[in-house]
Each structure stands twice: as C-alpha cells, then as structure tokens.
C-alpha cells in the first residue's frame, strides 16, 4: 500500500519549535517533489513549502520564510519540516504530498498523508 505517514506534531508554547516528518511506505521518494500543507481553523488550506525531487530547490509561502525549512533524507525515505518560532498563527493540521515531477510548482499531487496537529499555544 502507498502511504505518506506524517508525525512530529503537538502542542508548543509561542516561539517554540518542532520537527515534522513524512515518511513514505510503498514506494520510494527521490523521484518525487514534496510539498507542505496546512488546514488552519476558519482558514483554506495552503501549500507552505516544497522541496524538488533532487532536493536542490524550495518554495516558502511567504508567512514562514525565514522561520521553517523543508530538507530531505533519501536514505530514510523521509522529509521533514523544520518549524521554528511558531506563532498562534501556525497553528493547524500540517498534511505533506508527493508528486512523482522533479520542480516545485502549482503541482497535482499523487499521495497525502493523513495529517499531523500543530497547536501553539501557551
């Protein structure tokens, strides 16, 4: 079965940090660009980052630039999603996808995970 399992999420105080992961099963990611998803209450879900298949190129939305990175273990059929000073704002399900295209971009993605909460909050 080809799944995307996300983990790492939780509650953190403001200005806190977590690391999440997308691990893969059923099927390899190094041909795959890897986006970050979130679904925020009372808000649209929206796509905060993407790192390409060969890990050499990224996207941020503009309201975690500077704040969260996106890195990939090939090795480990994982990516991740570093989150650093988090803000009420942040807080959210974070989803990841797969799409089996080498660039970051409006993509259709193949493969969703099920979802991880993020809650900030003191």
């Known amino acids: 079965q080809l799944q995307l399992v996300e983990s790492g999420g939780g509650l953190v105080q403001p200005g806190g940090s977590l690391r999440l992961s997308c691990a893969a099963s059923g099927f390899t990611l190094d041909s795959y660009s890897i986006g970050w998803f979130r679904h925020g209450p009372g808000k649209v879900r929206e796509e905060i980052a993407c790192?390409?298949?060969?890990?050499?190129?990224?996207n941020y939305h503009d309201s975690v630039k500077g704040r969260f990175a996106v890195f990939r273990d090939n090795a480990k059929n994982t990516v991740y999603l570093q989150m650093s000073s988090l803000q009420s704002e942040d807080t959210a399900v974070y989803y990841c996808?797969?799409?089996?295209?080498?660039?970051?971009?409006?993509?259709?993605?193949?493969?969703w995970g099920q979802g991880t909460q993020v809650t900030v909050s003191s």
């Open positions: 996808a797969a799409v089996r295209w080498p660039l970051c971009g409006p993509n259709n993605y193949d493969y």
């Open positions: 790192i390409s298949s060969s890990g050499g190129s990224f």
